[in-house]
């Protein structure tokens, strides 16, 4: 089967961190460009963060820019989410898809919450 899975949420006190994981099986995902996305009941889906296939570059939203890291291990076919210093405004549903702006396949999502 080929699958996206994203995993690692969970509930986190402000200022705290998180590192989420997309992990991928039945396909090479460093062929991809990977982005993260979230969303937030009521919202729309945001990109907030993109590493690019073969390059390794990065892109962030303004949002998270400085807070989160991307990153992958492409011999693991992983890529990650480091989240630091997280906010309750970070509180979403995030997901990783094969690229980065119409999230066309996309695995399921990890739920992450930002409170005290």
């Known amino acids: 089967d080929v699958q996206l899975q994203a995993s690692g949420g969970g509930l986190v006190q402000p200022g705290g961190s998180l590192v989420l994981s997309c992990a991928a099986s039945?396909?090479?995902?460093?062929?991809?460009?990977v982005g993260w996305f979230r969303q937030a009941p009521g919202k729309f889906r945001d990109v907030i963060s993109c590493?690019?296939?073969?390059?390794?570059?990065?892109a962030y939203d303004d949002s998270v820019k400085g807070r989160f890291t991307i990153s992958r291990d492409n011999p693991k076919n992983m890529v990650y989410l480091q989240m630091d210093s997280l906010q309750p405004e970070d509180t979403a549903n995030y997901y990783c898809?094969?690229?980065?702006?119409?999230?066309?396949?996309r695995g399921q999502g990890t739920q992450v919450t930002v409170s005290s």
């Open positions: 898809a094969t690229d980065c702006v119409l999230a066309r396949f």
């Open positions: 039945g396909f090479n995902l460093a062929n991809y460009s």
């Open positions: 590493i690019n296939s073969p390059d390794g570059s990065t």
